[in-house]
């Protein structure tokens, strides 16, 4: 990932090649079974073009509305209608927040893979 950068697969003109892998609007489940909120979006390396993390959009938009960064190495099932990763409600919660502004820092990038525990 040296050089790249990750920018939102809904930003860009990229498509997925199945459209049955296109996780976006997928809801997200913790490891305890609890619903986290729905894949709004993908963050994807520029270069290599593979996908990095969920963002992932939980409560009510413009009532609470929050995002979280999620690496995609988090993922342990999927389904047509959800996606379960191996993270809890509560450390998702207490993640580096997610800001948009910060689109082109690999370094807040590197935080949120080391706070959750996988390699940047």
């Known amino acids: 990932m040296m ?10 003109d990229l498509t997925i090649s199945d459209p049955q892998e ?8 913790d490891r305890n079974g609890e619903e986290i909120g729905f ?4 963050l994807i390396d520029d270069q290599e073009r593979n996908v990095r993390f ?3 959009a939980s409560g009510v938009v ?11 190495d ?7 209608d959800e996606i379960v990763i191996d993270l809890t409600r509560g450390r998702i919660a207490s993640a580096p ?7 082109h820092d690999q370094e ?6 080391r706070y959750y525990g996988y390699p940047p």
Do not use: H
């Open 3 to 12: 050089g790249s950068r990750l920018v939102k697969l809904g930003d860009t």
């Open 22 to 29: 296109d996780i976006r609007g997928r809801w997200v489940i």
């Open 39 to 42: 894949i709004d979006d993908l």
């Open 54 to 56: 969920l963002q992932i």
């Open 62 to 72: 413009g009532v609470g509305a929050q995002t979280f960064l999620v690496p995609i």
């Open 74 to 80: 988090a993922i342990t099932e999927m389904d047509d």
């Open 97 to 103: 927040k997610y800001d948009p502004n910060v689109a």
């Open 108 to 113: 807040y990038y590197g935080n949120v893979c």
